[in-house]
């Protein structure tokens, strides 16, 4: 009776997870799902008997179903679609609130070959705030940070291809074999990697620095995945600040590349108060044909300005 029971209760479920078009399932995923998945809402105090108890039995028939990722309706946290296994079960430790994504967040198929190809998708726990960077920074890959209005291009196609990691740094030429020395033609101390350059070396970080006070930014560098998902945040608005915050980022990434490449190909001297002049006279031509009288605009303006 009870086994029997519990096969009526999968199929119901069945039902709500491939949103079956029946009166009870299409009023329970508007009025008591909402946005969230069946597998993380919370248990409910205050409804009917059946309704409880079917929320009690989830953990039991979770491992019954098995999530083949398409194009968004799986939800990111909750639904298993990690190797059978939910994030949330996955990695219980973690909570909600330390990373950054939202609880409605979904995943697709397309973010999952996104990360194969970025992320080694192993068992450990660290690797779970990989991901969830790395969606951050997917989010700005189809979102404001590389498209918002006012980017300039050629900066926007360094920093997509950066983040990517399609640049061709010299670790990387390394290993093919076509150069014997990886060193950072900046510091000359470590391997040039997308991670060293942006923003690890000791002889540009007095730049990220200089432009993130300009930006009215106080915060400490942790390391540059944490610090581009941050930005892409940060930059998810209209605001004159998002768009200053967004222009100086990607014109930081695209003059550290210029510079770098001007050592190694036109055999120049570039320190990083040439690299930050660079970045400031981006920033300043900018600001100049969107003048106006605010009072962000001149507290920027007068940053931006004193930035030597
Ligand atoms: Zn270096």
């Known amino acids: 009776m009870r086994q029997w029971n519990k096969c009526a209760v999968i199929r119901h479920v069945w039902d709500l997870l491939v949103m079956k078009e029946s009166l009870w399932a299409t009023w329970i995923t ?21 309704w409880r108890n079917l929320i009690k039995l989830r953990q039991s028939i979770k491992d019954c179903f098995s999530y ?40 697709m198929r397309k973010m999952m070959k996104f990360l194969e190809s970025s992320v080694n ?22 979102g404001k940070l590389f498209g918002g209005s006012g980017c300039i ?7 997509w291809l950066a983040i990517k990691k399609s640049l ?16 950072c033609v900046f ?20 730049v990220i620095k200089a432009v993130m006070e300009a930006c009215l930014i106080n915060r400490d560098w942790i390391s540059w995945r944490r610090e581009w998902s941050w930005y892409g945040k940060k930059t998810n608005g209209k605001t004159m600040l998002a768009k200053i915050i967004r222009l ?29 002049s660079w970045i400031r006279n981006d920033i300043l031509l900018k600001m100049f044909s969107r003048r106006n009288n605010s009072e962000m605009f001149l507290k920027l303006y007068q940053n931006w300005i004193r930035l030597v």
């Not at 061709?168 to 060193?183: A, V």
């Open 187 to 206: 510091c000359n101390n470590a391997p040039e990697s997308v991670e060293h350059l942006f923003f690890e070396c000791p002889e540009l970080n007095a």
């Open 248 to 276: 100086a980022f990607m014109s930081s990434i695209y003059n550290v590349w210029r510079g770098r490449n001007c050592i190694i190909f036109e055999k120049e001297k570039i320190t990083g108060t040439v690299i930050k």
């Open 121 to 142: 998708l192993g068992s450990s726990q660290s690797i779970l705030l990989g991901i969830t960077s790395e969606l951050n920074i997917l989010r700005c890959l189809g």
């Open 68 to 107: 083949k990722l398409g194009k968004g309706n799986c939800s990111f946290w909750f639904d298993p679609w990690l190797c059978g296994k939910a994030i949330c079960d996955e990695y219980p430790v973690i909570s909600l609130e330390d990373v950054d994504i939202p609880k409605i967040a979904c995943m």
């Open 153 to 159: 291009p050629k900066h926007s196609f360094i920093a």
């Open 30 to 50: 508007k009025n008591k799902l909402k946005k969230l998945s069946f597998w993380g809402i919370t248990k409910p105090l205050d409804t009917s008997w059946n």
């Open 168 to 183: 061709k740094t010299r670790d990387k030429l390394k290993r093919w074999g076509c150069i014997d020395n990886e060193n």
